[in-house]
């Protein structure tokens, strides 16, 4: 038995409303997987900021309407879909997919939507491989402290300098006068 009218109207709004709040969408064959390796993918997308949708195709079409954003979403929509919509970390939940690809063995990126320009598989990876938001917040930290440590070293040279300098011309007048 189908669903209803009403139950799909219902779907295809919480399709929107994961559109919505959503920076990239990642388009999955989750063909072979059971109920508890979706619940797995599921589980390792949600600390990342990550909800994994399985929708029929024409509801997911119908979701997209005529956002100009999700359009190019069309052309993977075919055979059993699961989309990924990623709301924070792109590269985090690219890794934990692809963790869980590399355990289960089952399912296929067929690509990804962001800012309403398609990814390839081999657009996908590239971001997967960039640092998490965290790695770069590291690396932006680590890079101030390095500027502010090399100007505190260099502020602290200009007196040391100065003292050396100092000191060099009293050991000269003192090397004159005892000659």
Known sequence: MGRTRESKEGVVAELKECLDEAQVALIIDY????????????????????QCKV????????AIGEEERWQPMQEFLKESTAVLFVQEDASAAIKAYKAFQKDTK????????????????????????????EQLYAQIA??????????????????????????????????????
């Open 31 to 50: 063909k072979g997987l059971s109920v508890a390796e979706i619940s797995d993918l599921r589980n390792r997308l949600r600390p990342v900021g990550t």
């Open 106 to 133: 089952k399912t296929q990126l067929r690509g990804g939507v962001m800012e309403g320009r398609a990814l390839s598989q081999a657009d996908v990876e590239a971001i997967g491989d960039l640092p998490s938001k």
């Open 55 to 62: 929708a029929k195709n024409t509801l997911m079409r119908i």
């Open 142 to 179: 680590g890079g101030i402290n390095a500027v502010a440590t090399k100007l505190a070293v260099a502020i602290n040279e200009v007196p040391s300098s100065l003292a050396r300098a100092l000191q060099a011309v009293a050991d000269k007048d003192k090397a004159d006068d005892a000659a």
